[in-house]
């Protein structure tokens, strides 16, 4: 069974302060994705990647890096959060098929005050 | 670009009643995109519920079907009967294949319950 774990489960930062989001998956795929929710809005693509050192700007990058040091782990780092990015984030990784299937994480739920 | 729109919830039937969730999409970057069906359950991530990648077929899963119809742009969501296990948050997507990755395209969301 694929498994993607995200941590933390929750967050509380401070307007400023840097926010790293952290992803492994197990299921040895290439592409790796970060996206975030809110209400009112689908799911959102901030950044995404093809594989170990590759990082690649989704739909909504702005105030956002990624960094993917290895197949399994892809991490979402916010340099100054702000409370805009309050939000829940869900990253997921799927092989690069034609009709690639996602799997997803539980999601991290962040609050910038 | 590429849009997704489908009915605005919460949406609440009975127990053993049937469940239809609209979907329709907009894909100006492919003639043919990939349709999907994610469906979220309480406290757990999204996982697949159904994809359908050729026009004109169905596809099912769990109970639940819907048909990818080129010519109407939708790919609606049926179930004949719906049960307490069925509440969750369901997501229409679209994705481009091809590409080397599948970005999808979301819908916001529809959230079903049962009656109480």
């Known amino acids: 069974e694929a498994a993607v774990t995200q941590s933390p489960r929750n967050k509380v930062a401070v307007t400023g302060g840097k926010v790293t989001l952290s992803c492994n998956q197990t299921?040895?795929?290439?592409?790796m994705y970060w996206y975030r929710q809110d209400t009112g809005h689908g799911l959102r693509l901030i950044h995404y990647?093809?594989?170990?050192?590759?990082?690649e700007k989704g739909d909504i990058p702005d105030g956002y890096k990624a960094s993917r040091p290895s197949q399994e782990n892809f991490s979402l780092i916010l340099e100054l959060a702000t409370p805009s990015q309050t939000s829940v984030y869900f990253c997921?990784?799927?092989?690069?098929?034609?009709?690639?299937?996602?799997?997803f994480g539980s999601g991290t739920r962040l609050t910038v005050l | 670009g590429d849009s997704v729109t489908q009915t605005e919830g919460p949406v609440t039937v009975s127990e053993s009643e049937s469940l239809i969730i609209n979907c329709t999409y907009s894909?100006?970057?492919?003639?043919?995109?990939?349709l999907f069906w994610y469906v979220r359950y309480p406290g757990e991530g999204l996982q697949l519920l159904l994809k359908?990648?050729?026009?004109?077929q169905k596809g099912s899963s769990r109970g639940f079907e819907a048909t990818y119809n080129k010519e109407t742009t939708s790919f609606h969501l049926q179930k004949a009967s719906v049960q307490e296990s069925d509440s969750a948050v369901y997501y229409c997507?679209?994705?481009?294949?091809?590409?080397?990755?599948?970005?999808?395209?979301f819908g916001k969301g529809t959230k079903f319950s049962l009656i109480p």
């Open positions: 894909a100006t970057s492919i003639a043919y995109p990939n």
């Open positions: 299921n040895n795929h290439n592409n």
């Open positions: 359908v990648i050729t026009a004109g």
């Open positions: 997507a679209l994705g481009q294949p091809g590409t080397g990755s599948n970005r999808l395209t």
């Open positions: 990647s093809y594989g170990a050192g590759s990082t």
């Open positions: 997921a990784s799927g092989d690069a098929w034609w009709e690639e299937t996602l799997y």
